[in-house]
DNA sequence: GATCCGTGGGG
DNA sequence: TCCCCAAGGAT
């Protein structure tokens, strides 16, 4: 196991990228902004978001004084808004909660709306130095190949894996720290999903997957539809109301424009898109109002808007 | 445990 | 072009 550590972390000393929320000076809440981007997306989406968010919102009261609607406006393209809306709630109850300061224990992380048990031990692990089994996607994979033998893992998280994770694990508290850090990102970069890069690999002497003959996935992951979903219609809900400086009426979202006899000020691109979906109206009202339901929108003077 | 929730770059 | 899937979480 020693063995596994210097090779892996030794390789991250070398190879690692050079990311803002890895300088030590960064901070607790800069590490938990850029936990919740990065659940399910790339970094390098991330990356001029999470810049403009710290340099306006350095800290969890600067966030939590705003309306949530501000969160989610600046939020972007970067996908699943949902998280924009908890991140500004975790920002409120940290101000009420914690004094302003992101808590650094991963009971108190995990009770934060938007953290889940990865997040919660990567930002006790990554802002505040400490021991925690932190288990995402790459270090799963890594686990699966390198020690389990397996293309890919389970479907969803067993305690096998956590088990295994937490076996694997350095004793002490910096080295733990680096561990992680160190197999997630070799997971990014070379043990990837698809075609990974076996040949820059700093253990794949040591690959379970590789001595195996690389077997096939055992199961084959089923994609998540797109076209013609209710989330589509939702972003494309969505990217209308982030740019609207007004509420927006309800019926620019159920007939085109050119039917309505004007062109909306400032909405006309997003708008044309989500009517290029031709949603059938049971759907548009669907999507729309899961949108109330979840926060992410509101009605004012009858039209729709972000939450104020 | 299965589903739902956005987006866009790369193979 | 199409399809895969990326530092998950909540229900």
Same mark, same amino acid.
């Given at each position: $196991?020693?063995?596994?550590? /210097? ?8 190879? &690692?990228?050079?990311? !803002? ?11 938990? *902004? ?7 997306? =790339?970094?390098? /989406?991330?990356? !001029? #978001? ?32 949902? /998280? ?6 975790? &920002? ?22 938007? @953290? ?25 994979? *890594?686990?699966?190949?390198? %020690? ?11 305690? +096998?894996? $956590? ?10 508290? &910096?080295?733990? #720290?680096?561990?992680?850090? +160190? ?19 700093? %253990? ?11 077997? =096939? ?13 209710? /989330?589509? #219609?939702?972003?494309? @809900? $969505? ?6 400086? &007004?509420?927006? =009426? ?13 062109? =909306? ?15 059938? !109206? ?27």
């Amino acid at each position: $196991m020693e063995f596994l550590h /210097r090779r892996i972390t030794g390789w991250f000393a070398e190879t &690692a990228r050079d990311l !803002p929320w890895r300088d030590p000076g960064c901070g607790a809440w800069g590490v938990l *902004v850029s936990e919740i981007m990065l659940q399910q997306t =790339p970094v390098v /989406r991330v990356l !001029p #978001v999470w810049e403009e968010w710290l340099k306006r919102w350095p800290t969890p009261a600067g966030l939590a004084a705003e309306p949530a609607g501000e969160a989610v406006r600046n939020w972007g393209r970067l996908g699943y808004p949902r /998280r924009a809306l908890r991140l500004h709630a975790a &920002a409120t109850a940290i101000v009420e909660n914690h004094n302003g300061r992101v808590p650094d224990t991963y009971t108190e992380l995990l009770a934060l709306p938007g @953290v889940g048990s990865y997040t919660a031990a990567a930002v006790a692990a990554f802002a505040y130095g400490r021991r925690e089994t932190v288990v995402d996607t790459n270090i799963r994979r *890594v686990h699966a190949r390198l %020690v389990a033998g397996a293309a890919l893992p389970a479907p969803a998280l067993t305690a +096998a894996e $956590m088990r295994l994770a937490a076996s694997l694990l350095p004793d002490d508290d &910096a080295a733990s #720290v680096r561990w992680n850090a +160190a197999v997630m990102e070799l997971g990014a970069l070379v043990c990837t999903a698809r075609a990974p890069k076996c040949a820059d690999c700093p %253990v794949k002497d040591s690959c379970a997957w590789r001595a195996a003959g690389e077997p =096939p996935p055992s199961y084959v992951p089923k994609g998540q539809a797109w076209h013609g979903t209710d /989330r589509q #219609v939702r972003g494309a @809900v $969505m990217a209308v109301l982030r740019l609207a400086d &007004a509420p927006v =009426p309800a019926e620019m979202f159920l007939q085109p424009p050119a039917d309505l006899g004007f062109a =909306p000020e400032g909405i006309g691109v997003p708008l044309a898109a989500l009517h290029r979906l031709n949603s059938a !109206p049971e759907q548009l009202e669907r999507a729309m109002s899961g949108l109330l339901t979840d926060g992410l929108a509101e009605i004012h003077d009858g039209g729709y808007r972000l939450p104020a």
